[in-house]
């Protein structure tokens, strides 16, 4: 299982991401994957040929952007935001994929109106990933600003779904994200323990909280995960 550690930053994080291929790995290892990989993608193509609805393409996209293709990933979720600009989840996607691809003016564009037209805690990736926007375009101030927006809106909305629990639990799940990209790891910890509380069932912010510990763990020994700190 993938670390949730280094899943919880990620705009459609709960995309399964393929194996990385690299030189270092064993050849017996790189001859299992890379043929499996590269033949899911001629029968992604293939499904895109016959049938070339949204599904398919976003499928084809979502392989493209793990084969490392940013380029052609880009082209594809262009297409389909095109086809439906109103949709926030390929919105997201496609910037994903532009900040992959190094594109962070591209991104600001697409995230701006979007923020613009959804300013509300449903739309907190969007805010998340427009902060991680300006930062790569070396804006630091407008990077800071953008995280502590995001954090002062779900505060706000955390007062409005007291009585609504499993709300209340994401809202505490996206702050807690919030303050373990910002390394506040004792923030996200408690915001993390909210969210559990709010919602037990709520795996996603288990395995994180989990994560966090380990992590403060690792830094209590001296060990400074690079990701991190």
Aim: proline share 5%.
């Amino acid at each position: 299982m993938d670390d949730p550690a280094e899943l919880y930053h990620v705009p459609g994080a709960d995309v399964t991401r393929g194996p990385t291929l690299s030189d270092d790995q064993p050849p017996s290892l790189r001859d299992t994957i890379q043929p499996a990989t590269f033949r899911g993608e001629h029968h992604s193509e293939r499904v895109v040929a016959v049938k070339q609805d949204v599904e398919a393409l976003t499928h084809l996209g979502n392989v493209y952007q793990r084969l490392g293709r940013t380029h052609d990933a880009c082209s594809i979720f262009s297409h389909l935001v095109r086809k439906l600009p109103d949709d926030t989840r390929l919105l997201l996607k496609y910037v994903q994929v532009l900040m992959d691809e190094g594109d962070f003016k591209q991104a600001d564009a697409v995230l701006t109106p979007l923020i613009a037209r959804e300013p509300h805690v449903h739309n907190c990736h969007a805010l998340l990933a427009m902060a991680k926007v300006q930062e790569g375009l070396g804006n630091k101030q407008e990077a800071r600003s953008g995280n502590l927006s995001l954090q002062s809106l779900l505060r706000k909305a955390s007062k409005w779904t007291r009585d609504d629990q499993k709300t209340a639990a994401t809202i505490h799940y996206e702050l807690a994200n919030v303050y373990k990209d910002l390394r506040q790891f004792q923030e996200a910890l408690q915001n993390f323990n909210a969210s559990v509380n709010a919602d037990p069932t709520f795996t996603s912010a288990h395995l994180n909280l989990g994560a966090v510990y380990h992590l403060l763990v690792r830094i209590a020994v001296g060990d400074k995960p690079a990701h991190y700190v």
